[in-house]
């Protein structure tokens, strides 16, 4: 057992805090895409604190895969109110799908503007009648000499009014079985027959949109891996999306704030977190979270040290992690009380609505990204090694 | 970086386990749970050759001198077989406490013992933690009067470590006069327990412990040692709970391929898990971290607690009539848990400590 990271990385630590420091004070401002955004993009994967390993030829910083680097990286940006790297699905999912999947001419055209955040991407994978059976999806592309003609209909597409790319799931061969009948294309969002309409969510904001797509025309080269592979090209990338969802370090950030609330808000005068069984709900919230602590410490670990496996460990993130943040911001609703339910601009409202606002949003990531259902059967199936249901004839 | 056992602890695990195997199957552990107190003895033999008694034990006292790391391996290895053997009492509190706070002569005179695996030292907290039925001790001109609960590892045995209310530790001689000792049943028949009536026994204050740390390391120990007791008692528990869902056919199917059935093993594999994690991660604090490790010990208790009471639930759940019986045994693993949860303190109570740990109360 040896949690420290070595004497060899307090020169990189020394030089990441440098650079934060000389740059904290930097506010970004525009919309994505905009030229200050995509200048502090480059400057952060020119300093090697953002696309670190991926290749220079790509565009990324071409650095080694060093896990604790990416780490000290990590944990002083985290400290610090500097401009934290762009996100976004293109750059979790179709970077490092295309990195292992691509073609030569896919990586040149489409990595280094993701990267610097030129290119913003969304995911067309759900359907109306296609969520957790995802596999069994219908909308269909059909080559049309040199290009794809899509038709058909996407769900729950997060930013896709700000993106000009799509990475899309689509059956391309109606007589294969359903795995083996898919196709993973790019689309760009300024083809024509796209229709986009956003889904109003419970919290209020508008985070995804359906697509309506009528006879899109894109080049027959736009698909990733061979026709009929688009399952395998997926899954690809489906693993890159959960661990992401449920960061203990950042539960960890809404656990002291919670804290201070309890201590800030009373009842008939007396603080919150004086009161035993509000204080027991958090204590039993903070004794999961550091479970859930050292759980990613394994997982961190693991990636070091190559023959350790953490499997198991890496299965649960989603829905342990989704779970405890939904049960913590509910606990803040509740030392609120009818405050609690105070939103959007009310008077008397606390810290903008965030509580409320995430105690909803987190209920949606239990079911996004596979509902905690369907992770009870990845855990059941691919850590346990139990069977998968049988399929019932007819249906 | 790296998180999680050395080889030298994971073979030290798989000794034991083995040795559970082979000298402590479950017709052993129910002889014993019906008073076959020989067999309780070989298996305890057993657990002195393999050089537990004295695995916290300084080197100069002739033990092994491993750190809590190593105690937790052992503890967890201990549960998954409901070993009925002493350990978190006699063999990591009772010796750490006297290497704190002894004297010379004290640690002189019980540390090679208890390395040697020729004295057992039961070890009552429970005053200290939270005093049932008003009891507690008194200590006047070198004699102990008053009552102890739930004294581990306390029968049979040749001395007892027992706390006061304010924390101060006496080490008494079992052989003295003026002691009762009442036998306690609890549903966990693979361990022991007594309670102690005490009439001016003779007894010597371990000096140290008048600095209220020695007393709150000891029972971070102890709280550490008995979550990872019910981590591996749980694990069996869940590891059962599958194969026999692949054995058992309802319907015409393998019960395990019922969803009803998979989620509910899913549940006890992700409430688990990362709890294999977080007793190393405790461990590892108590051994290195001192500013974190009686946050961490407590809140593992805790945590640990609640979830060995819901996996113990679940897993005899998935038997269904047969996780009921005695004659699958699966009881012994559910007890011991419910044994863990309660001693040194309850998870509420734990928690309680934890908030005053952080300050809230400020």
Redesign the interface.
């Known amino acids: 057992m040896d949690l420290e990271y070595g004497p060899q990385y307090d020169d990189f630590r020394a030089e990441v805090i440098n650079f934060i420091k000389e740059n904290e004070n930097i506010k970004l401002s525009g919309p994505p895409r905009s030229e200050s955004r995509v200048e502090w993009q480059q400057k952060l994967i020119d300093n090697g604190y953002f696309a670190r390993s991926i290749p220079k030829e790509y565009g990324g910083y071409g650095g080694d895969m060093d896990i604790i680097k990416l780490r000290i990286i990590a944990e002083e940006f985290a400290k610090s109110p500097i401009p934290k790297p762009a996100g976004g699905q293109g750059i979790q999912m179709l970077v490092p799908t295309l990195l292992s999947l691509g073609t030569e001419e896919q990586k040149q055209e489409y990595i280094r503007p993701t990267l610097r955040g030129e290119i913003l991407w969304c995911q067309g994978y759900s359907e109306p009648n296609s969520g957790s059976d995802l596999a069994s999806l219908q909308t269909k592309a059909e080559l049309d000499g040199d290009e794809w003609v899509i038709n058909g209909q996407k769900i729950w597409t997060s930013t896709a009014h700000l993106s000009q790319m799509c990475f899309i799931l689509v059956r391309t061969e109606p007589d294969a079985p359903k795995h083996q009948g898919i196709s993973y294309l790019l689309m760009p969002m300024d083809a024509e027959g796209i229709d986009r309409r956003p889904i109003k969510q419970m919290t209020g904001d508008s985070d995804f949109n359906e697509l309506f797509l009528t006879d899109v025309r894109i080049p027959a080269g736009n698909i990733v891996g061979a026709r009929g592979e688009g399952w395998k090209v997926a899954n690809a990338t489906l693993g890159h999306e959960r661990g992401s969802l449920a960061d203990p370090n950042v539960t960890q950030n809404r656990l002291n704030s919670l804290i201070d609330l309890m201590k800030n808000e009373t009842i008939d005068g007396q603080r919150v977190i004086d009161k035993p069984i509000f204080r027991d709900r958090l204590l039993s919230i903070q004794g999961r979270l550091m479970a859930q602590h050292s759980n990613a410490l394994r997982i961190l670990s693991s990636q070091i040290n190559k023959e350790q496996d953490a499997t198991l460990a890496k299965f649960i993130v989603k829905l342990q992690g989704t779970e405890l943040r939904h049960e913590l911001e509910g606990l803040a609703i509740d030392a609120m009380g009818e405050l609690g339910t105070l939103y959007e601009d009310s008077p008397h409202l606390r810290d903008n609505g965030v509580w409320q606002m995430t105690y909803m949003y987190y209920l949606g990531l239990i079911i996004g990204g596979g509902t905690n259902q369907i992770q009870k059967n990845i855990i059941s199936e691919r850590a346990l090694g139990m069977p998968k249901e049988p399929k019932i004839q007819g249906a | 970086?790296?998180?999680?056992?050395?080889e030298e602890q994971k073979s030290l695990e798989e000794n034991i386990n083995r040795f559970l195997a082979d000298n402590a199957p479950l017709d052993t552990i129910k002889a014993v749970a019906e008073g076959d107190t020989d067999k309780a003895r070989e298996v305890h033999r057993g657990i002195i050759d393999l050089g537990l008694s004295g695995l916290v034990v300084p080197e100069e006292y002739g033990g092994l001198e491993l750190n809590m790391?190593f105690a937790t391996v052992v503890s967890a290895a201990l549960g998954s077989g409901t070993a009925p053997v002493p350990y978190v009492g006699s063999y990591v509190m009772a010796p750490l406490a006297i290497n704190l706070a002894g004297e010379e002569n004290q640690k002189n005179q019980w540390l090679p013992k208890i390395a040697g695996g020729e004295c057992v030292i039961g070890v009552g907290l429970s005053e200290y933690v939270g005093a049932r039925e008003d009891a507690g001790i008194e200590f006047v001109n070198g004699k102990l009067s008053g009552r102890c609960l739930f004294i581990v590892d306390g029968k049979d045995a040749d001395a007892y470590l027992l706390a006061n209310k304010s924390g101060e530790l006496y080490i008494v001689d079992s052989s003295n006069s003026g002691i009762e000792v009442i036998e306690l049943t609890t549903v966990d028949k693979t361990r022991t327990s007594i309670e102690l009536i005490l009439k001016d026994v003779d007894a010597e204050l371990l000096p140290g412990s008048t600095d209220k740390s020695v007393i709150e390391k000891v029972l971070d120990a102890g709280r550490l040692m008995l979550a990872a007791d019910t981590v591996g008692a749980a694990q069996v528990m869940l590891n059962k709970s599958?194969a026999y869902?692949?054995e058992r056919k309802q319907f015409g199917?393998?019960i395990?391929?019922?969803?009803a059935?998979?989620?509910m093993?899913?549940?006890m594999?992700?409430?688990l898990?990362?709890?294999?994690?977080?007793i190393?991660?405790?461990?590892?604090c108590l051994?290195?971290v001192p500013e974190e490790s009686r946050l961490?010990a407590c809140?593992?208790k805790?945590?640990i607690s609640?979830?060995g009471k819901q996996v113990s639930k679940t897993a005899t759940e998935v038997h269904g009539g047969m996780g009921f019986t005695d004659e699958l045994g699966l009881h012994y693993w559910f007890k011991r848990i419910g044994l863990n949860r309660q001693l040194l303190g309850s998870p509420?109570l734990i928690?309680?400590e934890?908030?005053r740990i952080q300050g809230?109360?400020q």
């Open positions: 970086m790296y998180f999680g056992l050395s790391l599958v869902s692949l199917r393998l395990g391929s019922f969803q059935v998979k989620h093993c899913a549940e594999a992700a409430d898990e990362p709890c294999h994690s977080m190393w991660h405790a461990a590892h051994d290195n961490m809140q593992t805790a945590h609640e979830v509420e928690r309680e934890a908030g809230f109360d």
